[in-house]
């Protein structure tokens, strides 16, 4: 089975500027979640998804950031403008079962 | 938020020897689960145990959950040098779509 796909796998941009990350969950997994680790702590989640419905994003910063999961598939994360604080691992992880989960990669945000 | 509180923040040990990490959680939860992260990678799921459950166990991985305490401990028999990682107790409170919320995490070093 093909796991969680993330790209970029690393990102450097400058304060201000706007960035896209994507996912591409395993296959028939309905539930989508994206997290941010900030070095030295546990991921917090940013949202969840359930097909291409929002179930939790109360944690997200919205007046910067956005999450969209078009058709239920494949998903992608913006910041828009990015902060220095926003430097993190995005991780994206999908769950068939609501109990496993199967995590990427992650993407290494470096905000400059 | 964090949930999970994880004890020690770091613990270095020589192969051979056992691991103990400690996990204290503040809210009712439907299962607890440990996962692993090796630097610069994604997490991987190491073991699930539910709340009516007391102890698990999987190869050397041994895990225990006191409901009445909201902690739980894993055990890493007969460490490996491979072992060295991130350790982090994540937990799906009931209010919050069965989302994981993580500690942050134990980093375990051992040394040959």
């Known amino acids: 089975e093909a796991g969680v796909a993330q790209s970029p796998r690393y990102k450097i941009i400058e304060k201000r500027q706007s960035v896209a990350f994507w996912c591409n969950p395993i296959s028939g997994h309905a539930t989508l979640y994206w997290y941010q680790q900030i070095l030295g702590q546990g991921p917090k989640l940013l949202i969840q998804?359930?097909?291409?419905?929002?179930?939790?994003d109360s944690q997200l910063p919205k007046d910067r950031f956005s999450a969209e999961r078009l058709k239920g598939v494949d998903s992608t994360l913006k910041i828009q403008p990015a902060k220095l604080e926003d430097s993190a691992v995005y991780l994206c992880a999908s769950s068939l079962d609501l109990e496993l989960y199967t995590f990427g990669s992650g993407t290494r945000l470096t905000v400059v | 938020s964090q949930q999970g509180e994880e004890d020690p923040q770091a613990l270095s040990i020589q192969e051979g020897e056992n691991a103990t990490m400690n996990c204290s959680y503040k809210t009712s939860i439907n299962n607890l689960q440990w996962y692993r992260q090796n630097s610069g990678r994604g997490l991987v799921h190491l073991i699930l145990?539910?709340?009516?459950?007391r102890e698990k166990h999987s190869g050397r991985l041994r895990v225990t959950l006191d409901t009445s305490k909201k902690s739980s401990s894993l055990l890493i028999t007969a460490s490996r040098a491979a072992d060295t990682a991130s350790y982090f107790c994540?937990?799906?409170?009931?209010?919050?779509?069965?989302?994981?919320?993580f500690g942050k995490g134990t980093s375990l070093l051992v040394t040959p």
């Open positions: 998804f359930q097909n291409n419905g929002v179930v939790d």
């Open positions: 145990i539910r709340s009516n459950e």
């Open positions: 994540a937990t799906d409170a009931l209010n919050s779509g069965y989302a994981l919320n």
